[in-house]
């Protein structure tokens, strides 16, 4: 049985045949199949490291099939679904579940920006986990999007029996703080921001959804079960190791940065799709470089 | 023979049958048939206000079939088709061009935000209109996107023969300044805040696509006819007259504003789509009021 | 008799002597006094363009003191006098009237970000009305200050007697197209933004308070007598001409490019106070060459 | 003798004569005498809960020698000299110096945005680190002053031996985290935010400048000594009682609160000066309701 929501997970890429462009199912599967040999908690299919803003539906249905017969039953497959319209988010959860997802995430719509009051929220929200056949996890990411779900937003969506709880990708931690406290503190509170997934932990965080750990995975459990154990000092020293590296495949050099990272540590990241652009040579150096440091070499 | 890319456009908003919530493409034909009584240059499909975010490819393709069917071929119909991978705007600009669209109109990719420097921003633009067999005109909206058209991306873009022209979609006239004297001081630039329209054509802009229009056509062509003609005391008056319509039907009450406004003046506007929010009874009866005050009763 | 609030006004740097770096009063009344030979307005000495943040009290009445004493009875002498506190604003009014300034020119207090609601605004502003002996101008610059001077806040102040009138130093024209039409349309609304100045005055604006008239005064007067008189396509011209020397002596390199041009065209402009830095060697070859073609050499 | 720069410093509010509205020299200093019999490490006068930019130098000297003379020796008394240019910063700095300060916190200049690169603010930390004849406390606060001092800024100015520490005001807890391993993990980093203050001594945070220790000064000194003695448990919920009134008298009311706050719990808060206006009576009910839960009542 899978155990609550909490612990590590890889938003994972979305690897493309390097000659046709399209999805590479296999080599999806076979990331994820040699990261379920960790500790991870599972694994988040279609989020933004996904690229799931530049796959249509069909493709988006090929990479949740193909993560969902590599994660085992007893860890989660989490699967982003967020879409501008209330109902392209609820088809979407509906055919992520068919395929077998155990949970969706869904980010908030953002493109009409001044219409996405509270209450505009709120009402996407509670209609999207009334409709969706399982839980759904709020996400909050202000930089991509402009918005922000604030506590009173998903203190109100934290009442929903289907709301599983919540992700924050930014580096604030008071907002998490307070969403913790939730239910009793039993809310599930996932950090979406490795710099800062420690403190996060120490405020309350069930676990992290972090690029680095797709990279890195095995030094990402070993900061989370330091933590759980109460071995600060590892803990720390472990979330510095990991900043280096999660910086460069996530907030600097972004998806590219991430893909390259793969490619360099024997997974298969491959080329990001247009609008992205490839990285430079000399981030290539600066993430080769920075890969053997981390990894102790 | 169709005429420059100039003059007034209305954003036509999408109909929506108000018992499936499907796409009502006779309603659409309808508005656009009698917005075609006036002396508008032609009309924008699939824009921002045409809640081109939350319909799927097939509802889209409806719109612009019924779109194409009313307005004069002698007029323009253009069309959004900005997506957030390059591969899916080129399939959509295909999309519209095979469904008779004169030009399409292409947003910028937002969502990496980060990741859209410049060469990101005039990669993707090339590659669209490389492959669109219709003439792509550029839109700037940094409100809804956080992303900006700069003078330098949109001068690079203006060398390319399948760029038509761009849309500013804010009160800055900076920028639209600039890009008028680009090719020798022919490059089509198109207003997008009504507010600012007559400055904007006075700063050399060569018409506006300004969702007032669809409620109050036969103002925005005076506007419009009366600055073409140094009528500038007119011009400046229907100016003001517009502004506070154009206030009620976009930047304060969105599109719910606007459709609102349509059918309190016998187009077919209807409701929004979730999350989208009506509006309430008060700004219904601000919206009669000010529509009363502006049609002179 | 000092006519309206309108025309053309340059906000004046301040000289600082090139060895003590303590302020230059000479060099200030002699640059003002040459400027009077045009057709300027006025000035508007302690702006932001005159390093106002950078003085102390003592300089600053140095610089008005100056100022007066080159300016003409019958054209207007600006002063900038916002401060944090309103008992700060309130004092530099008054040392400014004593001192001979035909009105204060007032930005809003913007530290408090989060507290500066329009009731504080407003609280404020009439406060500082009020109290002082000259009448007011009001002062929305929401780029240096993060506060937007809204239309339903200058509506408020403009109800008050000594307020003289508004100055909007941005590139949108949305508001300015609202503030004009107060006082039945009486109420003064100056231009900071050269760049959209021709704009600004055919959307009802009253004149500009622009950088680049200290620069190039024949010039700006130029384009304001060409636009009151009708002359739009020379009116056009010269606002052409004028914005990339404008963009190089406000909005690219501040107040270093502003002193540099000054030097450059015979006035004394000399060095920045510290923080500011003074501008490359290239910056100032690029600035060079700008004004050579712009004086049509 | 004064220890390493650590612990908890309340920024003491300026409290006013309710009568005369100038500083109130004698209510100040009971203020900190009282504060200094729990367990502070110090405090800071002058900061932005000071009021600082709503004072005039004169009446800054008044706060800090009040303060001085109630602060022991052994303690630190940190005092607030930020200003938008260098020589007026280097001259307070001076001047605090003089009156007995023992390091200064210095915001960064903001006033003008666009000229604040990397280089012109380490310019200007550097000029002012030279001339202090105390140590330079760098202060990182992006809300107010749209500024933020990253990384390579902050290591830049580590190397200079008059730089004592840094002061970040934000929820975000990345760039905490990565500033805290300079000068090989000695460099002083304090928390100004005091919802996340717990999670970012849990990431190596020295301790942390909070406006709600002047109100819960013993809470927020066991919070930290929970902390140093590894009880997280009682961390953490010694957090989350101060989360809540730490919202209440800094980020949702601001120094009004504060001084309601302080008004109640028997310290001389008093009136805010304009701009700045007074809680509402309901607000005023809503802190007391707070308190007393807080403190057990």
Redesign the interface.
């Known amino acids: 049985m899978r155990s609550a929501l909490a612990g590590i997970f890889p938003p994972i890429p979305t690897t493309f045949d390097s000659s046709t462009?399209d999805v590479d199912a296999r080599a999806i599967a076979s990331n994820v199949s040699r990261l379920m040999t960790n500790g991870l908690a599972g694994v988040l299919a279609l989020g933004?490291n996904g690229e799931a803003?530049?796959?249509?539906d069909a493709e988006g249905d090929l990479v949740v099939a193909a993560a969902r017969d590599a994660v085992p039953r007893d860890r989660w497959l989490l699967v982003g679904v967020g879409r501008?319209?209330?109902?392209?988010t609820v088809a979407a959860a509906r055919r992520a579940a068919k395929l077998g997802a155990d949970a969706v995430l869904v980010r908030p719509?953002s493109?009409?920006?001044?219409?996405?009051?509270p209450?505009?929220?709120i009402?996407?929200y509670r209609?999207v986990a009334d409709a969706s056949p399982i839980p759904v996890v709020l996400y909050n990411l202000p930089?991509?999007t402009?918005i922000v779900l604030t506590v009173p937003i998903v203190s109100a969506l934290a009442e929903h029996a289907n709301v599983a709880g919540v992700k924050e990708t930014?580096?604030?931690?008071?907002?998490l703080?307070?969403w913790v406290?939730l239910r009793g503190g039993s809310f599930p509170v996932l950090c979406g921001?490795a710099?800062?997934v420690?403190?996060?932990l120490?405020?309350?965080a069930a676990g992290g959804i972090l690029a680095v750990a797709n990279v890195l995975p095995e030094q990402c459990v070993a900061l989370y079960e330091h933590t759980r154990a109460?071995r600060?000092a590892e803990a720390?020293a472990a979330?510095?190791a990991l900043?280096r590296i999660a910086r460069l495949v996530s907030?600097v050099h972004?998806?590219?940065g991430l893909k390259t990272a793969l490619d360099l540590v024997g997974y298969r990241g491959g080329a990001v799709?247009?609008?992205?652009?490839p990285v430079s040579d000399r981030v290539r150096d600066e993430i080769t470089q920075a890969l053997q440091k981390a990894r102790g070499h």
């Open positions: 462009g933004s803003g530049l796959l249509d501008e319209s209330t109902r392209a719509p493109y009409y920006k001044t219409d996405m009051t209450e505009a929220l009402g996407h209609q930089g991509p402009g930014s580096p604030e931690l008071e907002r703080g307070q406290t921001w710099p800062v420690y403190p996060a120490m405020a309350g109460g600060h720390l979330q510095r900043t907030s972004g998806i590219a799709r247009s609008p992205l652009l």
